[in-house]
């Protein structure tokens, strides 16, 4: 049980949803639950409301929104679908996928941060589904986070950053899957991943041809320009089949914290705390809370980088861009 001091966290109710839907209509904020993490909702058609919330979070203006709809008819009244979209639509929604394709010029230029593109998802939440259903609207949702840190997937995380800046938080559990959703580019004649997440590179091959460069050139998703989800602490990153045991020299002398999937090596000083994951999707779940229950407790956290494969991939992009130089 959680201590509500301020009465802002609400549960889960239909009245609550139905009071949440009125304070989206109204030009507020309001936090939700999806499966992925929690999001930041405002009126994705409403610009004022738009405004407010990039301010909120703090995030730079230049860094588009996700529309959240309720599924394939509602997309298609905010964005240009074609087949390729249409494929991915009905196979991955809903669920953490989401697409960026060419806008309605009903999108305000605030929430496509000036681009003719809109990424568009509907989450796997029944919650979400049935706020974005009782607003009416498309629902813009970033991450329900401050800029930069890791990003919220409980209700109380979302209070700690955003408190103040919200009108209401729904409390639907923690999240299930952790990390944020895969971004797609389906503009092109070819699918370009912009950011790995919950649907992995390799269930997206069974069904459409993707770019073959993305990683090379690095996820071009706008949000990628910038650090994220960094912990107020140094993170380094191990990764077993690269760099071997020697980062374990650095933390020899400082009080350092260990999560990751094999445990620490033989021979190396015990951490003060080691959160060793079962599995890569218990370690995409726990990734972000870890990372801020870590910060409080030492000095450094060493995290391990698991196999780039599945959903290993998103985890890996979280925790370089977690550690990556300001
Ligand atoms: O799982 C998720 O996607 C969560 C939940 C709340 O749905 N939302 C989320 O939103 O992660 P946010 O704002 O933290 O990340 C949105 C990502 C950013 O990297 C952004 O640059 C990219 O999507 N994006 C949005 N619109 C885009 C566009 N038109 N073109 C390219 N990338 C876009
Ligand atoms: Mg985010």
């Avoid at 394939?72 to 809903?94: C, K, V």
């Avoid at 949702?141 to 950053?161: C, F, H, I, M």
């Avoid at 956290?301 to 494969?309: G, Q, S």
Wanted: net charge negative; charged share 20%.
């Amino acid at each position: 049980m959680y201590v509500n001091l301020n009465k802002k966290i609400v549960p889960a109710t239909h009245r609550y949803i139905g009071e949440a839907a009125d304070i989206l209509k109204g030009g507020g904020l309001v936090a939700f639950p999806t499966e992925t993490v929690y999001g930041l909702g405002a009126n994705a058609l409403d610009p004022a409301a738009v405004s407010r919330l990039y301010r909120a979070k703090g995030r730079p203006q230049n860094n588009p929104l996700i529309l959240h709809v309720s599924g394939i008819m509602d997309a298609s009244r905010y964005a240009g679908l074609n087949s390729t979209a249409e494929i991915l639509m009905h196979q991955f929604w809903p669920g953490p996928l989401t697409l960026v394709l060419f806008a309605s010029d009903k999108i305000p230029s605030v929430t496509r941060a000036g681009l003719d593109t809109v990424a568009l998802r509907a989450p796997l939440n029944m919650v979400a589904l049935d706020l974005i259903r009782e607003a009416g609207l498309p629902i813009a949702g970033p991450s329900a986070n401050r800029s930069g840190r890791p990003s919220p997937t409980t209700a109380q995380t979302v209070y700690e950053d955003l408190g103040d800046e919200v009108d209401m938080i729904i409390d639907g559990g923690p999240t299930t899957i952790g990390v944020e959703s895969t971004v797609v580019d389906v503009t092109g004649d070819l699918v370009s991943v912009l950011r790995p997440g919950g649907v992995t590179v390799e269930m997206l091959e069974e069904f459409v041809d993707l770019a073959a460069d993305d990683e090379e050139f690095g996820y071009r998703s706008p949000g990628n320009l910038h650090r994220h989800y960094a912990p107020q602490i140094p993170l380094l990153l191990w990764d077993p089949s690269k760099n071997g045991d020697g980062i374990f020299v650095r933390v020899e002398d400082v009080p350092w914290c260990y999560m990751g999937l094999s445990g620490t090596p033989e021979g190396v000083r015990e951490p003060m705390k080691k959160i060793v994951f079962g599995s890569v999707q218990d370690y995409a779940k726990g990734l972000f809370s870890t990372l801020r229950d870590l910060e409080t407790l030492c000095n450094v956290i060493v995290a391990e980088l698991p196999e780039d494969a599945g959903l290993g991939r998103a985890v890996r992009n979280r925790l370089e861009k977690a550690a990556a130089p300001e």
